[in-house]
């Protein structure tokens, strides 16, 4: 344990935070997700007064299927950043940036009604992006850290644009990247080490 002015300061990295924050990242990412259902319930309603086109609902209903995946990824990816940086989260901000992920999908909807869908992603998109990183940017004070949370969510984003016009394929690549992402995921945790009783990356 460090010490300063006498002081022992508490491990905070340790296996107990991983498990708590991971369980944490998962009923967050659960719960955001169920109230991106209640925006997909919303847009058949539209849907059915006609404010909403057919295709665009189609296509908007389908990316909410994406909603977990896209919030837990980030999430989890943020953890790596706290470790990685030793630049503390708590729980709130946690939380707003998974709500700003979740805010998308009503965004999406609003502007899809006004305009072409794949314009309203866009700019939906570039609105989503650059909100998350300048908060991250706010808390880790790190321009890498800033760097590799814009490569994930453009990653992310396009991604999920380029599964909804697939179409039958969208289920054969999209369970390839998630093989892909959970081999990523297994390479960082052989680098995660317990140092002085806290996880480092090395």
Not at 31 to 51: D, E, P
Not at 131 to 137: K, R, Y
Not at 140 to 149: E, G, I, P, Q
Request: hydrophobic share 55%; aromatic share 12%; with cysteine.
């Amino acid at each position: 344990m460090e010490e300063k002015n006498g002081i022992h300061k508490k491990p905070k990295y340790t296996m107990h935070w991983l498990a708590i924050q991971t369980l944490f990242v998962l009923g967050l990412s659960l719960t955001l997700t169920i109230i991106a259902n209640g925006i997909s319930h919303l847009a058949y309603g539209r849907l059915n007064i006609g404010i909403l086109e057919a295709n665009d609902y189609e296509l908007l209903s389908q990316s909410v299927t994406y909603c977990f995946a896209l919030i837990a990824i980030t999430s989890f990816s943020l953890m790596l950043v706290e470790i990685s940086f030793r630049k503390e989260m708590n729980y709130f901000q946690y939380g707003l940036i998974g709500c700003a992920m979740c805010l998308f999908f009503l965004l999406l909807l609003a502007m899809s009604e006004k305009m072409p869908f794949g314009l309203a992603y866009t700019i939906v998109t570039v609105m989503t992006i650059g909100l998350i990183c300048w908060f991250v940017n706010g808390i880790t004070r790190t321009k890498k850290a800033v760097t590799l949370s814009v490569g994930l969510l453009v990653f992310e984003y396009g991604l999920m644009l380029i599964l909804l016009y697939l179409g039958s394929m969208a289920l054969l690549i999209g369970s390839i990247v998630l093989f892909i992402l959970i081999a990523v995921a297994m390479y960082f945790t052989l680098k995660l080490r317990i140092e002085n009783e806290e996880l480092v990356l090395k």
